[in-house]
């Protein structure tokens, strides 16, 4: 079981480098092109739940691969001192996430995300 | 003064034989729905429609100015690849939001072929592993490739096609099609269906794609018919947030 691990400012301009090592990663378990898109696309959309609850400065992804299946869970990390106003639109991240991901889950802290663990497998 | 009973053809003559610019925009007038037609045909790949229209529109006029009535070709004929030429420049120059070398381009096309013909090969998507052995090139450089692919906000002309031939985007241009007003639109459903998660889907096309009653597919997924009703209210709610 390998475990990799990146941390990142909640900023949109950071979600690339999520973006590009989700792909890597994707490529390394041996996913279709399809499926490492679909990775991206989630991994981007958990940092977007995260970064949009407005609580914290910096977001840990990490991924645990076993064999052909990496599972990926995006925490918030460093609560800010004082929270910048949430946006509670998210429905359509949650959408996303669902369409794209296996064994999802969400989990909230006085209705603000703070936690999202999902599953994707190559094949 | 433009005689305005004159038939298409004599104010051609008419033009070739004593150029006047009364003449040229009378003749530009009654052509404009080739300027039109063709530039709708551009619609939703990134630039605006009223920009592309311009583009055309001039090129209908140098079109006009340069047409040789003693060739025997109508005007249309002459004027519509010209126009489609100026149409696709114009793309090259501000199509992508971000500019992708020539050699980049060649690869993305290269990788787009792969993965097509990796897909009938193996019956499912390939893996980047598998189309980066295709292609000879690593898997890095593919991965980046797609990512060049999916930031370039555009599709190329050029872009090669194949199935039973091979051809190009930019061949596929055709005769004016009334659907195209609904592109918008059919684009932001097809997208906005990809939120939905296959049951839902199923639902959406059953009813209204293949016009099925609620209770026909409750019937068919053994649910019962205010179970399809309530479904779809809930979908309907994905779909308004999406689009």
Do not use: W
């Not at chain 1, 990146?6 to 979600?15: D, H, M, N, S």
Request: glycine fraction near 4%; include cysteine.
């Amino acid at each position: 079981m390998d475990t990799i691990k990146l941390t990142i400012p909640a900023k949109a301009q950071y979600l690339l480098t999520a973006r590009l090592a989700s792909s890597s990663i994707g490529a390394r378990i041996n996913m279709t092109i399809g499926d490492v898109d679909d990775l991206k696309t989630a991994v981007a959309e958990g940092c977007i739940l995260l970064i949009s609850s407005g609580r914290y400065t910096d977001i840990s992804i990490e991924y645990t691969i076993d064999d052909n299946v990496a599972q990926c869970e995006i925490k918030g990390i460093k609560e800010r001192e004082e929270a910048i106003e949430a946006d509670i639109e998210t429905d359509l991240s949650k959408h996303i996430l669902e369409a794209t991901t296996s064994e999802l889950e969400i989990h909230k802290v006085k209705d603000v995300v703070d936690y999202v663990k999902f599953k994707k497998s190559g094949i | 003064m433009v005689n305005k009973s004159l038939s298409n053809e004599e104010l051609l003559e008419q033009y070739h034989n004593s150029p006047t610019i009364e003449l040229r925009n009378e003749i530009y007038n009654r052509y404009a729905n080739v300027a039109q037609a063709v530039a709708r045909k551009y619609v939703g790949r990134g630039i605006e429609y009223e920009d592309i229209l311009q583009v055309a529109r001039m090129s209908l006029l140098k079109s006009i100015e340069r047409y040789d009535i003693e060739r025997g070709v109508k005007l249309q004929s002459f004027a519509a690849p010209t126009i489609i030429g100026e149409i696709k420049n114009y793309f090259r120059a501000y199509g992508n939001s971000v500019k992708i070398s020539r050699r980049s381009l060649a690869d993305i096309t290269k990788i787009k072929l792969a993965v097509n013909a990796l897909s009938v090969d193996l019956g499912r998507q390939p893996t980047v592993k598998e189309t980066s052995d295709r292609v000879n090139m690593s898997e890095e450089y593919v991965l980046e490739m797609l990512d060049v692919m999916e930031n370039s906000n555009s599709t190329s002309l050029d872009t090669i096609y194949s199935g039973e031939n091979t051809y190009t985007l930019g061949d596929l241009i055709g005769n004016f099609d009334r659907g195209y007003a609904d592109v918008d639109i059919k684009d932001s459903i097809k997208r906005a269906l990809d939120v939905l998660n296959e049951k839902e889907r199923y639902i959406i096309i059953q009813r209204y794609y293949k016009n099925k009653s609620q209770r026909e597919v409750a019937d068919t997924l053994e649910v019962s018919q205010m179970y399809i009703s309530r479904a779809e209210r809930k979908i309907f709610e994905k779909l308004r947030h999406r689009i």
